[in-house]
């Protein structure tokens, strides 16, 4: 299988970071202060992300699971609830209700793979009555503690509709817009506003292959003063006297390095080159693909502007004559890495006791679809390449 370290030149890896702006002299900044942990460039990394984001706050944290980790605390998820969360993401997501003992309940995708809207409405409908702290499940009597949607891949979830739902009945929605970095609503009552912004609370993550990378790293947002405090109280320690160590809780160290944040400045203020390249990327797929049987580059929610993170192929066996297996395995062996979809968190071992409702439409994507190479550099004659190998028969 394809190993980005085999140091082939001519090798097309899946995600790469691009260093192309002052991510060295913002760090050299740091390192020349002695500014290592703390210092001002903290400071201007949440700003950055602020103005970005349209949100009061943003909190820097050490990773996007971290960051869900907090946010679940702050709206008030206590063991035994359960959280709303969708079965196509990354698995940090139901690992992070797993941390505060809660448990999940997956919910299928629509056709961009985002969690379905009106699954989560009837799941209340259907499933759920009133309670004293809000919704419960009829079945066992729980509370439905919180929902996350994820902006899979950079697309915006349908958000009017999920707030919708969760304003009915009195359920806090954090965000997950770890993959969304530079995704935004071009129309309708978001227009304009950014993912991660319109919840209750909102997470975005820097790991090494996003749009904006730290090396690793993540922020929390919101507008809510009181989930702010919460959250920050939290991420450092939860220090009531950081003079003389006085903890009256149980805290975290989930605070993110002032290098970190260096190089999260840097990136940001290459953003909207970035985005805007990776959009004439996806555009040069589609065009290039349009014509093959079985194959279709996963559209884009209309109304939207999405940072086209990730680019999905759907690959249809029967009209293309081969599988998404068999497709990965050749592009593998002419240096082109590519992945599959994840796997589906309701099929993961550690949630297969989980609730599930209208997934069938997220186990058929998630066997059909190939991610194919879309670092920020990437070029056109790469992108060439990698379409001449995918219209081999």
């Known amino acids: 299988m394809f190993d980005v370290r085999n140091g082939d030149d001519e090798a097309i890896p899946l995600s790469v970071p691009v260093v192309a702006g002052n991510e060295w002299a913002y760090v050299k900044e740091c390192l020349d202060a002695g500014f290592l942990a703390a210092g001002p460039m903290l400071g201007r990394f949440e700003t950055a992300l602020r103005e970005l984001s349209g949100a009061r706050h943003a909190i820097a944290c050490s990773s996007g699971t971290a960051g869900l980790h907090v946010a679940l605390l702050s709206v008030g998820v206590h063991p035994g609830d359960l959280v709303i969360v969708p079965t196509i993401t990354f698995a940090a997501t139901a690992n992070a209700v797993a941390y505060v003992q809660a448990e999940p309940v997956f919910v299928g995708c629509d056709e961009f793979l985002n969690i379905d809207a009106e699954v989560v409405a009837s799941f209340f409908r259907d499933e759920c009555e009133a309670g004293p702290h809000g919704p419960v499940l009829h079945a066992t009597g729980q509370r439905v503690a919180a929902m996350i949607p994820v902006h899979v891949f950079g697309n915006p979830c349908d958000m009017v509709t999920l707030l919708a739902t969760a304003r009915e009945h009195g359920v806090p929605v954090i965000e997950d817009a770890a993959e969304s970095v530079g995704s935004r609503w071009t129309t309708g009552p978001l227009a304009g506003r950014h993912t991660g912004s319109v ?164 186990v058929w994507y998630w066997e059909r679809i190939l991610n194919v190479p879309c670092s920020a550099d990437l070029t056109p004659d790469a992108i060439d390449r990698v379409c001449d190998a995918i219209e081999m028969r």
Request: glycine share 10%.
């Open 199 to 362: 919840g209750d609370m909102g997470v975005f993550s820097f790991n090494g292959n996003k749009v904006v990378t730290c090396g690793g790293g993540g922020a929390i947002l919101s507008s809510d003063d009181e989930m702010v405090a919460r959250s920050r109280y939290l991420i450092d320690q939860a220090k009531d006297d950081s003079v003389r160590f006085v903890h009256n809780e149980v805290g975290y160290n989930y605070r993110l390095s002032a290098v970190a944040a260096a190089i999260g400045v840097a990136q940001l203020e290459l953003l909207g080159q970035i985005v805007e390249t990776k959009r004439r990327n996806a555009r040069r797929y589609a065009e290039r693909l349009s014509s093959l049987s079985g194959l279709t580059m996963l559209g884009v929610p209309k109304g939207t502007a999405p940072n086209h993170w990730f680019y999905a192929l759907v690959v249809d066996p029967l009209e293309a004559g081969f599988d998404r297996e068999q497709l990965m395995a050749r592009l593998s062996e002419q240096g082109i890495q590519t992945r599959p979809l994840w796997y589906p968190s309701h099929l993961q071992r550690p949630f297969a006791g989980c609730r599930a409702y209208g997934v069938d439409r997220a």
